[in-house]
Structures are given as structure tokens and as C-alpha cells.
């Protein structure tokens, strides 16, 4: 099992301080999904007018988007994606007691074994 020592230990995880908290915490505030208000997570769709979805919303839901009624497409947003692995988010399973805080790009890892997740699903 993966421990808190090892996402700490790796060269993409630092902790934010200082202005870069802020501009992280702006940034967070927008790429929530518009259906569930999770975070969105990589691979993230779009419909053709260019909303944003997770893959569970987009996969779940009608083939129209929720929020303009456009068709969804396949297509993904690549450059949100991006944007999403440098960004810092908590463990899922914080509100359980996790302290641990990752770059996106590796925090589904942490969770994937994340020590709290018998408290709770993602």
C-alpha cells in the first residue's frame, strides 16, 4: 500500500504557498463539473458549444449537454486536462481525515490507495 511518505517523495508533489495558493484555489473554483460540481478529472469532454464534463457525467447523461442542450462529442479538452495536472487538489477522502495534497496529475494514485478510502467511495 502506497503511504502519505510516498506521494510526498515525489518530484511533481510541493506544497502551495503563498500567491500560488490563491491562483491554485481560483483556478479549482472553475473547473468543477456543471452536473455533479466534482472537480473534473482527466479525460474531460465537451459539447460542441465547449462545456466541460467529467467522464462519468458525460457518460451517464443524455447525448445533449445540460447546460445549452448542444450535442456532446467525443472530443476532449486537452489543454483543460493540462492545466488540471499542474494544478494542486486534496485527497477525495480529506473530509475522512487524509492530509495529503497532489499535483493532478498523481493524486488518483494517492487515492487509489489512499490509507482513508475504506471510509468512503470516489
Known sequence: MMTDSFCQG???MTFV???DK???KKILDII???KCAYFLRPPM???TEGHNYCEE????NSSRCPECGAVKTENRSVQLEQIHNALFFRCFFSRFGCR???RGIIIRLH?????FRMYGNL
Open 22 to 24: 490563491i491562483l491554485n
Open 57 to 60: 457525467c458525460f457518460r451517464r
Open 32 to 34: 468543477k463539473c456543471p
Open 111 to 115: 487515492e487509489s490507495q489512499c490509507s
Open 17 to 19: 504557498s503563498g500567491s
Open 100 to 102: 495529503m495534497i497532489c
Open 10 to 12: 515525489t518530484p511533481q
Open 45 to 47: 469532454f465537451l459539447c
